[in-house]
């Protein structure tokens, strides 16, 4: 499972277009935990689809929070 937090979190990393620097991950059993904050819905969004394209991914719990002006916009 830290194998899995390495990699999800390096993809996160990896990602030019949003931050998500702020984006906590814990992995139990294949099970990734996504917790912080993001500022729109898209950044949520996007964090659970990068995070579910890492191998050995079973699932994603996103329990990200959103801040800033994309909270109020529905994409």
């Known amino acids: 499972d830290t194998t899995i937090d390495a990699k999800v979190k390096a993809k ?11 984006i906590g991950v814990n992995t139990v059993n294949g099970v990734v935990h996504l917790d ?3 500022d729109s819905v898209q950044d949520k969004v996007t964090a659970e689809e990068l ?4 191998p050995g991914v079973a ?10 002006s994309g909270a109020a916009s529905p994409r």
């Open 51 to 54: 995070a579910r394209q890492v």
């Open 59 to 68: 699932n994603v719990v996103n329990q990200l929070q959103i801040t800033g």
């Open 36 to 38: 912080g904050v993001v």
């Open 12 to 22: 996160l990393v990896g990602e030019k277009a949003s931050n998500f620097t702020r």
